[in-house]
């Protein structure tokens, strides 16, 4: 069964959510903006997530874990707490 480990930073907007992408693209830490910015309580890990298998999170998020490129930084993320940018920092099939 597939697995993933993953990070994320969630915001209340897009527009936030954007300029941090571009932050940390820019050579900002991912940990770091977590920390900062982020309104989940995994914030305090640097947004990790730990591991997980599929179906264990909401659907758009569960998505761009089991499908995005790992290692990327992706989003804006859309769900019904807010929007995301996530790092798929490992995954098995």
Do not use: W
Request: hydrophobic residues 35%.
């Amino acid at each position: 069964m597939a697995r993933a480990s993953a990070r994320h930073i969630l915001v209340a907007s897009k527009e936030v959510c954007e300029n941090l992408k571009t932050q940390i693209e820019g050579g900002a830490d991912f940990a770091e903006i977590a920390r900062q910015h982020s309104l989940c309580p995994s914030k305090n890990q640097g947004g990790s997530l730990g591991e997980f298998g599929p179906g264990q999170m909401v659907k758009e998020f569960d998505t761009a874990v089991f499908t995005g490129e790992v290692g990327k930084v992706l989003g804006p993320i859309q769900t019904q707490f807010g929007y995301h940018l996530l790092e798929v920092t490992s995954r098995t099939e």
